[in-house]
């Protein structure tokens, strides 16, 4: 009796233990679903200026003002992240955390921009540049 106890108990964690881990990748997921929602928004209206050291810079702005932004990976007090700034690095905004790896590169008139998380998650957003 008390290993079949002892069986059912670690059948139960382990089916615990799985229900965390999927939702872990799906709370990666969610993130990054709230990232291209973000990218989109900061992307509308801008004009590619270039793809630099794996950095996107664009241009936004009105007619009176047009400000460069750049888009890319960076190290934070609590790890690396995906972050919004300005050519000077001031104004910085982490738009995602727990990022491993991202490469920024183009196609002709499409920019890629492919992130990897610490947790393996791996995600592709696509740009079409004006």
């Excluded at 200026?49 to 702005?61: A, M």
């Excluded at 000077?88 to 738009?95: A, D, E, F, T």
Aim: proline fraction near 1%; avoid cysteine; hydrophobic fraction near 45%.
């Amino acid at each position: 009796m008390a290993i079949s106890g002892a069986l059912l108990l670690v059948s139960g964690l382990t089916k615990f233990e799985s229900r965390i881990l999927l939702e872990l990748k799906n709370a990666s997921a969610v993130d990054w679903v709230r990232f291209s929602n973000l990218l989109d928004i900061e992307l509308a209206g801008a004009k590619l200026v270039k793809i630099e050291g794996n950095w996107l810079f664009v241009e936004k702005g009105n007619a009176q003002e047009q400000k460069v932004i750049t888009f890319g990976q960076a190290k934070s007090k609590s790890g690396l992240d995906f972050r919004k700034m300005n050519v000077n690095g001031l104004g910085y905004q982490p738009m995602l955390m727990n990022v491993k790896t991202v490469e920024i590169f183009q196609r002709d008139q499409l920019v890629i921009i492919e992130v990897t998380l610490l947790d393996g998650f791996q995600g592709k957003y696509f740009w079409y540049a004006k």
